[in-house]
């Protein structure tokens, strides 16, 4: 029985792997065709932004394709913490996002949520990847979770593309998300912006909550419940990616979070920023992605946020609470 589970996870790996190879052979074509545009790296010049964002989209199909052959099948689970947990689908997704930006760019930085740093260090540019935003809803079927993939030039959110699962089992679909600074942000194609509410009775807020449950989790709990009380309503998805697209979207008013990571947020900063959101730290500085906390909101609803954000962090930082400064890269307040 052993041997036949084994041979059958092996199999599903084989038959995922060569869902992306179609990908991957197109885009290795793509790319060649397109090796005039170069890297900034020493002094060859500035990639285009609508080039970074097709590749990033390109990329996140690849992952996604990954993903899809897995939704109904047995999932191949292993533990980074007590309940913080990965899945072979995440590291074969990440495999194939992977693919697809070293045959681009090779002399660019990546960082991935699975493989960590690898590529050019030195380059302006960071590839930051997340396989499956929402590892633990994936592993249950439970939407939504998500395929991120972003770059950033000189720490800069400047393109993205998340793909968000939605639906469940045996009614799975998707949509994708994508942005490039100055470009707008878009949802299947369709332009998109943040919601024009102002008055925080009237909004529906979403947030998150990180695996380890010490001072800063029980913290973000009390916010969630005084903003429960003065909100609609405040929601948890389980993917911060996905809760980045639904602000673009309109569909939600403001979110925040403590103890988020670089991959959670880099593809979706952009998307978020591009459909109008504000974006700052939970202590008001201006956003980076190597932040450990976000706010992102309509700027009609952000400031309330940030007022009740504000004296929670400055508690946790009064206690001397760890892992609420940046550990990953610059943050903006020391760019």
Not at 137 to 153: D, R
Not at 275 to 294: D, I
């Amino acid at each position: 029985m052993q041997s036949t589970a084994s041979s059958s996870r092996n199999c599903h790996l084989l038959n995922r792997s060569r869902a992306a190879a179609k990908t991957i052979r197109c885009v290795r074509m793509t790319c060649r065709s397109h090796s005039g545009h170069g890297v900034a790296s020493g002094t060859r010049p500035a990639v285009d932004l609508s080039r970074l964002l097709e590749v990033a989209t390109i990329a996140a199909q690849a992952g996604a394709k990954v993903v899809t052959t897995a939704l109904d099948g047995t999932r191949d689970v292993s533990y980074k913490g007590v309940t913080d947990l990965v899945t072979a689908t995440d590291q074969a997704a990440e495999a194939a996002i992977l693919e697809v930006l070293r045959s681009c760019f090779p002399d660019h930085a990546v960082l991935g949520e699975e493989g960590g740093v690898s590529g050019d260090a030195s380059s302006a540019y960071l590839w930051v990847v997340d396989p499956i935003d929402g590892t633990t809803n994936f592993v249950h079927s439970y939407a939504p979770f998500a395929v991120s993939v972003g770059v950033l030039h000189h720490s800069e959110p400047v393109a993205g593309c998340i793909i968000e699962f939605v639906g469940g089992k045996h009614a799975w679909a998707t949509r994708t998300f994508t942005a490039n600074k100055g470009g707008g942000a878009f949802c299947q194609g369709q332009p998109i912006s943040v919601s024009n509410q102002t008055l925080l009775p009237r909004s529906l807020l979403v947030t998150g909550f990180g695996y380890v449950h010490d001072e800063a989790w029980a913290a973000n709990v009390e916010l969630f419940k005084g903003l429960t009380d003065v909100a609609q309503g405040v929601r948890r998805s389980g993917a911060a990616s996905v809760d980045l697209c639904h602000v673009a979207l309109g569909v939600v008013d403001g979110y925040w979070e403590i103890r988020i990571k670089p991959w959670d947020v880099a593809a979706g900063a952009i998307i978020a920023k591009e459909a109008g959101a504000v974006l700052s730290s939970m202590e008001g500085r201006p956003y980076s992605v190597f932040e450990p906390t976000v706010i992102c909101a309509p700027p009609g609803i952000h400031a309330h946020l940030l007022e009740r954000t504000r004296p929670t962090m400055a508690a946790l930082r009064a206690a001397n609470i760890g892992d609420l400064d940046c550990k990953f890269g610059p943050c903006a307040a020391d760019l």
